[in-house]
């Protein structure tokens, strides 16, 4: 597997290469849609994953959590003024700016380059390898809802003042 780059020589060829922009205004709307929309899929997920661990499908179960943690992050990135499409670029910018989340920068990286993995070059995820990342998987779904709970209501109630 591709070694995990250094997080500070990422994030700053992410800022040098312009890959973090500031929107002019925050869409409240998309942030919630994005929060409902992981909420939902994580809903699905936990009905479906044993059958899907059943038949032995961890690729699928990994991009959709994945996919999870990236719609939150990207919902919470946008209420920092802070967009991206590079999913690296993201990454490492919760990680620089906010090490006290405790965001593992080898963890997220190596859930990233799996995805990239299933996605791109149709590798399947082990259950070896999902079994180490599954409770990993949880704890920063668990971490990012909370965090765009949070962050959502400090906006709105900025917004009412």
């Known amino acids: 597997m591709k070694q995990v780059k250094e997080l500070e020589k990422v994030y700053n060829q992410c800022i040098s290469e312009g890959y973090l922009q500031e929107p002019e205004e925050i869409d409240f709307e998309k942030v919630k849609s994005l929060l409902a929309l992981a909420i939902q899929d994580l809903n699905t997920l936990k009905q479906t994953i044993p059958i899907m661990e059943k038949m032995e499908n961890y690729s699928l179960i990994w991009s959709g959590k994945y996919e999870i943690i990236r719609q939150l992050v990207q919902g919470i990135l946008f209420l920092e003024k802070i967009s991206s499409n590079n999913h690296q670029c993201l990454y490492a910018y919760i990680c620089v700016k906010?090490?006290?989340?405790?965001?593992?920068?080898?963890?997220?990286?190596?859930?990233?380059?799996?995805?990239?993995?299933?996605?791109?070059?149709?590798?399947?995820?082990?259950?070896?390898?999902?079994?180490?990342?599954?409770?990993?998987?949880?704890?920063?779904?668990?971490?990012?809802?909370?965090?765009?709970?949070?962050?959502?209501?400090?906006?709105?109630?900025?917004?009412?003042?």
Not at 99 to 116: A, G, K
Not at 133 to 157: A, H, V
């Open 98 to 161: 906010h090490d006290d989340w405790d965001i593992d920068w080898e963890t997220i990286e190596t859930m990233r380059l799996l995805r990239n993995k299933i996605h791109y070059e149709g590798r399947p995820v082990s259950k070896d390898v999902w079994d180490r990342y599954k409770l990993k998987f949880d704890i920063y779904e668990d971490i990012f809802i909370k965090l765009l709970k949070e962050k959502l209501i400090e906006q709105e109630n900025k917004n009412n003042n």
